[in-house]
């Protein structure tokens, strides 16, 4: 994709009331001390709405260069990714890698929540373990994990030792260590949960791998190739293979989420005012504005042009 669109980095998740980071590859970020004032948690424990908040200072949309891990306690939160919309209610944990295109966020008053975002090079899931495998695996697209609040306390309890260690002073000894291995710790834990989920089937085999690959490809290539028979010659598998092989583990047309992420990536230009309809065909490889609209028009209702007007 072009690099001259809005990127969420790192160093740009939103602060909390306890924001942590380490080496600039791991933030840890909550609100879990917060008072929340008795009426609204009395309607939060009615399920009954609070008003909305978003997060001061982001301007939608942005592509994500970093993966999330995101606990919700208690409360909601919603968000539009990749054009999908997603719910988020206590409890429950959500998962998404890295390249998505974020279009929206927002929590009700009184959500508690903590957030872990890190870059590859953060060491919360080395390519080598089986819980990197299990959740890298399962979040090809983002993933909603409800759990009950006995697992969410554990979970939460672990992060509370990681960000304790984390706040300790630059002479603590083996500090990145320690916090890279509870972080470890954590992860394991959402591998179990993602195994119990699937009835205890581990991934196995090319096919996930394949997933995972078709899915990179598409996310670096979208603003150039939109035909299957592209990524099925860079994957080294024929177009029909890797239909069916996406179809299985996704439960998606791959065609579908070429489109997807091609228009994901047009937005993200369209929204920036920086060019007009036709440059963004250009930067996207539509050979021409109209074969562009059209393709616009059919995904999302609007033109780009009106899409521009709106956003």
Do not use: W
Not at 30 to 46: C, H, K, T, Y
Not at 132 to 142: E, F, H, L, V
Not at 221 to 238: I, K, M, P, Q, S
């Amino acid at each position: 994709m072009k690099e001259n669109v809005s990127t969420l980095r790192l160093d740009m998740v939103p602060s909390m009331a306890r924001t942590l980071s380490l080496k600039d590859e791991i933030v840890i970020s909550d609100n879990l001390d917060s008072r929340v004032p008795e009426g609204i948690a009395s309607r939060l424990r009615g399920k009954l709405p609070t008003r909305t908040l978003k997060p001061h200072d982001m301007s939608f949309p942005y592509r994500v260069a970093f993966h999330t891990i995101l606990f919700v306690e208690s409360g909601r939160v919603d968000c539009r990714i990749n054009l999908k919309d997603y719910r988020i209610e206590g409890c429950a944990i959500f998962l998404a890698a890295s390249g998505i295109v974020l279009d929206y966020l927002s929590y009700q008053a009184g959500t508690r929540f903590l957030i872990i975002a890190y870059s590859d090079a953060g060491g919360i899931l080395p390519v080598s373990s089986r819980s990197s495998r299990i959740i890298r695996a399962a979040t090809y697209a983002p993933l909603l994990l409800p759990v009950d609040p006995g697992r969410m306390d554990r979970h939460l309890q672990v992060l509370r030792v990681v960000q304790h260690v984390a706040e300790a002073g630059p002479d603590y000894s083996f500090k990145e260590d320690i916090v890279e291995g509870f972080a470890k710790v954590v992860a394991g834990g959402i591998a179990r949960i993602i195994l119990e989920r699937n009835g205890g089937r581990r991934p196995s085999g090319r096919r996930p791998t394949l997933l995972r690959q078709f899915i990179a490809s598409v996310q670096k290539n979208c603003d150039r190739h939109r035909d299957l028979e592209f990524y099925a010659r860079e994957l080294c598998v024929t177009p029909k293979y890797l239909s069916r092989i996406v179809s299985e583990q996704s439960g998606r047309v791959a065609t579908e989420i070429i489109r997807e992420y091609v228009i994901a990536g047009s937005r993200l230009l369209l929204s920036g005012g920086e060019y007009n309809v036709q440059q963004v065909s250009n930067l996207m490889g539509f050979p021409n504005a109209s074969y562009f609209g059209r393709y616009f028009l059919k995904a999302t209702g609007m033109t780009p042009r009106q899409f521009q007007l709106i956003s």
